[in-house]
């Protein structure tokens, strides 16, 4: 008896020390199964969705599989106060894939709630890939080849992973937009991976000029934990869905400014302003070229103008204007011969065209002219619109201008850069000017920085005339 006992003790450690072995040389993950498309098991995660130090909104990630579906739903929801206005912003999507090998994007669909805005986008995806789009009532239909989308690429991050890479390690994930259908090659990298205090991987985004997540963050079995975009939006996941109170919310427009110490008075009549932070240094800063950038100072002036690259000039090209846009220009009586003499008359007329009214949601250029409102988004792309009919260069430029001393900061903000003989100048017709103002700060603040959290100090203040 003890014989037969201590036999199948020795059996059973030699079956245990076998699997070890098999388990290391496979380099086995508990987790490593736990996202191929074979294998995967429903699940649902949510996130709090935070921007400017508050909750804004909520997001639901889920999967379900049947016999023969496996369906990815997403929804975000967002809500919030701008300039004393209660805005929300909702954005569902599905995507179907086969539930069989090689698990490829069958159909799906979109829908996007903005304040004037409402867009609802369906596909199947064939031979071809057909879509059927409506947009605030306007019904379209596209014909595209067929996308090359499969489960494995959705799940390429969380698969990462299950086979434990190291930091510096590089991976592209593709991403598709859920309305366009436009697949984004996003290329991440490996900043973080586990240790003793941070069970954890950080994949940090290599390309520049895509819109896509900065960063990610997942826990050991692949689940996100933490998700970084551009703006300062984060996603932090939680257990279940966050509670939401709108009322206990500050307002985003102005969480989203630069606070100055002192008032600046009235902008207009200054020429330049010279401005430091009140900590810190300013190396980080991206200054737009009509700023200059000294001895740790920002300076800005009134109706800057500096010299364009002789390439722009020698390549620039106009694209061609929508029929909306082509009626709206032949009704205005430009003149032939004098450029600058046509900037002044349109700014002049899309400032009387719009109303302002605070519009957080994207318009196309012939939704604008049906509103006729918009902030300064409307305004700066109403007026390029006409520019480029008029066969006069322009171009956007974003960033911020001094609300005045009431608020006592400076807000964001977009405007227009035309070119005249051979140099950049601003005019913004939000506000009727065709010359910027000192008060006008064109910058970008970089992705790891917070507008609300620099404050600026007034350094100097120059006036070429008498205040009195």
Request: aromatic share 10%; charged share 20%; glycine share 6%.
């Amino acid at each position: 008896m003890k014989r037969a006992a201590k036999h199948r003790l020795s059996m059973l450690l030699k079956i245990v020390f076998l699997v070890t072995c098999f388990l290391s040389l496979t380099s086995y993950n508990v987790f490593q199964r736990l996202w191929q498309p074979s294998q995967i098991k429903p699940f649902t995660e949510w996130a709090q969705i935070n921007w400017q130090g508050q909750m804004v909104g909520w997001a639901k990630t889920r999967l379900t599989r049947d016999s023969n579906i496996i369906r990815v739903t997403q929804q975000e929801h967002f809500e919030g106060r701008v300039r004393g206005k209660r805005f929300k912003f909702l954005y569902d999507s599905s995507l179907e894939f086969d539930s069989e090998p090689p698990y490829r994007l069958l159909q799906g669909q979109a829908q996007t709630t903005e304040p004037g805005l409402s867009m609802t986008t369906s596909f199947v995806n064939q031979q071809s890939l057909s879509i059927t789009q409506t947009r605030n009532g306007n019904d379209f239909r596209f014909e595209e080849p067929a996308l090359n989308y499969h489960l494995n690429n959705y799940l390429a991050l969380r698969q990462w992973v299950a086979s434990q890479p190291k930091v510096g390690d590089t991976r592209i994930h593709t991403i598709i937009d859920p309305h366009s259908l436009e697949p984004d090659q996003v290329k991440y990298s490996v900043a973080k991976k586990p240790d003793s205090r941070h069970p954890r991987y950080v994949f940090n985004r290599v390309n520049i000029n895509v819109f896509s997540p900065l960063s990610f963050t997942f826990n050991l079995s692949g689940r996100m934990t933490r998700q970084k975009r551009q703006r300062g939006i984060e996603l932090v996941g939680v257990s279940a869905k966050p509670s939401l109170n709108p009322e206990m919310q500050r307002d985003l427009y102005a969480s989203n400014g630069i606070p100055l110490s002192e008032p600046l008075g009235d902008v207009d009549l200054a020429d330049s302003i010279s401005l430091s932070l009140l900590e810190g240094e300013l190396n980080w800063l991206q200054p737009h070229p009509s700023v200059q950038l000294k001895n740790n100072q920002l300076i800005t002036s009134k109706g800057i103008r500096y010299p364009a690259n002789q390439a722009q000039i020698e390549h620039w090209s106009f694209y061609k204007s929508s029929p909306r846009i082509l009626k709206l220009a032949n009704g205005l009586n430009l003149s032939s011969q004098n450029s600058w003499s046509n900037v002044r008359a349109l700014v002049s007329f899309v400032n009387d065209y719009l109303y302002y009214r605070p519009t957080p949601a994207s318009f196309t250029i012939d939704e604008v002219i049906d509103n006729g409102y918009g902030d300064c988004t409307e305004y700066t792309q109403l007026l390029l619109a006409l520019l480029n009919q008029a066969r006069i260069p322009a171009r956007e430029v974003s960033g911020y201008i001094y609300l005045g001393d009431d608020e006592q900061r400076f807000g964001g903000h977009q405007w227009v850069e035309v070119l005249i003989d051979g140099e950049w100048v601003g005019v913004d017709p939000t506000w009727n000017l065709t010359q910027v103002t000192a008060g006008h700060l064109p910058i970008t603040i970089s992705q790891e920085k917070s507008a609300s959290d620099l404050v600026f100090t007034v350094e100097k203040i120059h006036y070429t005339q008498s205040l009195n």
